[in-house]
Each structure stands twice: as structure tokens, then as C-alpha cells.
């Protein structure tokens, strides 16, 4: 199957700029996902970007796709102690229905 | 607009129980599916559904079984509960799409269930 990765845990300042790293495998992949899930929650969608794109921003959040590379990131703009999270980087594969999701990075924010 | 839900929110179990982990969605969507979520493993398929009547296997299906008899539900039966089957457990639902174009899964808020 498809292979997504992340790195395990990721730690800043509160102010700081987040940046989470994600590499995918599958090419064909319309879309790429952020997801966010605070503890004992479920996912919710955090933003995602269509695969002809280079960058979304949408407020704090500033998405990069590298299709050359496979490789997709979130940065987070002035991160605060409310964007303490997990942060999960999905993609469809080539039907666009079925989500493959990577193991998700924990982010802590240090106050 | 509830969305996802999923009951019950927690459960324990003995090994060798059945249950079932109940899901409805009220957004019409075609497209269900069943998670489970382990510290470091990510979220990984268990079983999914295309539509009613339809379903197909997942990633790590060994040890559940699901059903769609309507489109708004897509329940999760343990068959012999086992303590490897302690885990959070996510049902997802989304349009079906056949262009690629998906603008992303509804969670329901997750079952975290225990096997002693």
C-alpha cells in the first residue's frame, strides 16, 4: 500500500513558527490532507491542497507541496498553546477514496 | 447536522466478548469506513464500504466484521474480543467520488475500547 511518513513528535516556543514534515509515495494522489486531532478527539480537517498546487495559505496556516520530492509540509504561523496537537498527513491514492494516513507528529507547544 | 457518531464513546471488555461499535452518519455519504488508531502506528483500515450492501476489507480486517444494510449505517462487530484488539477505534465517512476529487473524511469522535 501506500507509505505516508512523519516524524514522531515536535516541540516549540509559544510564538514560534511550526513546520511538520510529511513524504507520501503515491504519485496520483489528487489532493494531500492535514489533519489535526486534540487529545481524546477525533480528526478534524485542517486544510488540504490540490496536487497541481505549489502553496495554500488560509490564515495561519501555510501549506507546501514539493510533487517532485513527495514531499508536503504544515507550517503554523505564531503557534499557540491551543495548536498543541497531533497533526496527521493523509493522501487518496489514485481512486481518491481511500485515505492513507501517516503516523502522525505530536505537537507540544512550550508556554 | 450531527455528522459522525459513534457510540459507545468507552467500553472494556473481557477476552472472548462480543460487541458491536455502532456508526451513523447523517450527511448521505456513500463512502464509510472503520479505523483503528495505535500509539506510533498511525491510523491504520479495518474495513470500509462503498455503499449499502457493499463493504471490502482493510489494511488489519482479522478479528472484525461490518455491515452496510443502509447507507447511514456501518457497524463494527468484534467476533472474540482479544487484548490485541485494545485500541481507539474511528469511523469515517465521505462522498463517493470517481474523479479523484475528494475534499476530505468526517470523523465521528472515536471509541476507545479496552480487552482485559
Known amino acids: 500500500g501506500e507509505d505516508v511518513e512523519q516524524s514522531l513528535f515536535l516541540s516549540v516556543r509559544e510564538g514560534d513558527s511550526s513546520v511538520i514534515n510529511c513524504t507520501y509515495t503515491?504519485?496520483?494522489?489528487?489532493?494531500l490532507y492535514w489533519y489535526k486531532q486534540e487529545p481524546g478527539a477525533g480528526l478534524q480537517l485542517l486544510t488540504y491542497?490540490?496536487?497541481?498546487?505549489d502553496m495554500k495559505q488560509d490564515q495561519r496556516l501555510t501549506v507546501l507541496l514539493n510533487k517532485k520530492d513527495k514531499h508536503l509540509s504544515l507550517r503554523i504561523a505564531d503557534t499557540q498553546t491551543g495548536d498543541s496537537a497531533i497533526y496527521f498527513c493523509a493522501e487518496t491514492g489514485d481512486t481518491g477514496n481511500q485515505f492513507y494516513f501517516g503516523t502522525g507528529t505530536s505537537l507540544t507547544v512550550i508556554p | 447536522n450531527a455528522g459522525v457518531t459513534q457510540t459507545p464513546k468507552f467500553q472494556v471488555l473481557k477476552t472472548g466478548q462480543s460487541m458491536t461499535l455502532q456508526c451513523a452518519q447523517d450527511?448521505?455519504?456513500?463512502?464509510m469506513s472503520w479505523y483503528r488508531q495505535d500509539p506510533g502506528m498511525g491510523l491504520r483500515l479495518i474495513h470500509y464500504?462503498?455503499?449499502?450492501?457493499?463493504?471490502d476489507q482493510g489494511e488489519v480486517p482479522n478479528g472484525y466484521n461490518v455491515s452496510r444494510s443502509t447507507t447511514e449505517d456501518f457497524p463494527l462487530r468484534l467476533l472474540s474480543a482479544a487484548p490485541s484488539q485494545t485500541s481507539v477505534y474511528f469511523c469515517?465517512?465521505?462522498?463517493?467520488?470517481?474523479?479523484?476529487?475528494?475534499?476530505?473524511?468526517?470523523f465521528g469522535s472515536g471509541t476507545r475500547l479496552t480487552v482485559v
Open positions: 464500504s462503498v455503499g449499502a450492501g457493499i463493504t
Open positions: 491542497i490540490f496536487s497541481n498546487m
Open positions: 469515517a465517512s465521505s462522498s463517493y467520488t470517481t474523479d479523484k476529487r475528494n475534499y476530505g473524511y468526517t
Open positions: 450527511m448521505n455519504h456513500e463512502y
Open positions: 503515491d504519485s496520483s494522489s489528487t489532493y
